[in-house]
């Protein structure tokens, strides 16, 4: 499976070189001054450093990292509100297997709906699969396996399981076209693979702020910046079908906060995330983003908790696949 990755990693940079070439010799016919030769050199450099010309990186980082401000919004999300599209799928005896489990309250959930069915929860390390496995002992839950793994090679033989869920997932993976394929190797013919992403430029809200929009433009650069796409939601099918995936269904769905308690959890939830988590730390060291960035955006996210009118609408992309 690494093999192949690395074979199609060469194959899109085949891709990229050309579409590279071809933007060169457009650009040099509108700037005669430059040889498409120094165009190409440039580019190149460029494409070694994973910058913006479509490549990301070998690896991606998980921008939200694991502050408790992370983990507070994470643990309010259930099986109703992030897996409803799949829900009609389950039912008692299914094997399942979730993916990028992180707090576990999906994954208890979907335990229950499939039970007495086992379920395998994967994390990418041991610190982030611990957190999954507090709330497995808080609820009791027994029966499930804990393993760490890379989506992109997934430790199971092929066809392990009935169904095979991500939830934000993708956004956060260097190659989910590559991902997309593992989750629908490990499922059994006739099972079923669920992913859903939010999508960053979907999200709208009021009253429209500008420490909201600058939010939302500093998060998508620091999300790319670790190789992810934040935009996900809408990729998703696109995503499915270079995947060589023909039976799928998409889908979406919506958070919506406009009461005075939902408003006052996310927007505190992100004041607090954008000054003390990981995205603060990156920001400031990589430049992306200043103190004063910061504090403004904490600010605007506490003014539009406290406003009567305030709402927002998380927009969220949904694929159900059935593997045949």
């Known amino acids: 499976m690494a093999a192949n990755r690395t074979n199609r990693a060469r194959a899109d940079r085949l891709v990229q070189y050309g579409n590279a070439r071809s933007f060169a010799g457009r650009l040099q016919t509108t700037r005669p001054s430059l040889s498409v030769s120094r165009i190409m050199r440039h580019l190149s450099r460029i494409m070694e450093t994973g910058d913006k010309v479509g490549r990301m990186p070998d690896t991606a980082t998980y921008t939200h990292g694991h502050a408790e401000s992370v983990l507070r919004s994470h643990r309010t999300r259930t099986a109703e509100n992030s897996a409803a599209y799949l ?81 934000q997932v993708l956004q956060h993976v260097a190659d989910p076209v590559a991902a997309l394929r593992e989750m629908v190797r490990v499922c059994r013919p006739g099972g079923v693979v669920a992913v859903r992403d939010g999508d960053y430029s979907g999200f709208t809200w009021y009253p429209e702020l500008p420490g909201l929009d600058r939010w939302r433009e500093l998060y998508q650069s620091a999300a790319r910046a670790n190789g992810g796409e934040p935009n996900a939601g809408r990729r998703l099918l696109a995503w499915a079908h270079a995947a060589g995936i023909t039976d799928v269904s998409a889908t979406s769905s919506t958070w919506c906060y406009a009461d005075p308690t939902s408003r006052e959890a996310w927007g505190g939830m992100w004041a607090d995330r954008i000054a003390g988590s990981a995205i603060t730390e990156q920001l400031l060291t990589s430049g992306l983003g200043t103190q004063e960035d910061i504090d403004a955006i904490a600010a605007a996210w506490r003014e539009w908790a406290a406003h009567p009118d305030g709402w927002i609408s998380v927009l969220h992309g949904e694929l159900l696949i059935r593997v045949p």
């Open 87 to 167: 829900l009609p799928c389950l039912r008692a005896g299914l094997s399942l297997l979730d993916i990028g489990s992180g707090p576990g309250t999906i994954t208890v959930d979907l335990a229950d709906l499939v039970a007495p069915g086992p379920v395998t929860a994967v994390e990418v390390t041991e610190a982030a699969l611990a957190v999954t496995r507090a709330e497995f002992e808080r609820r009791g839950c027994t029966s499930a396996r804990l393993v760490t793994g890379d989506i992109h090679d997934l430790p199971f033989p092929s066809g392990s399981f009935d169904v095979v869920h991500a939830h």
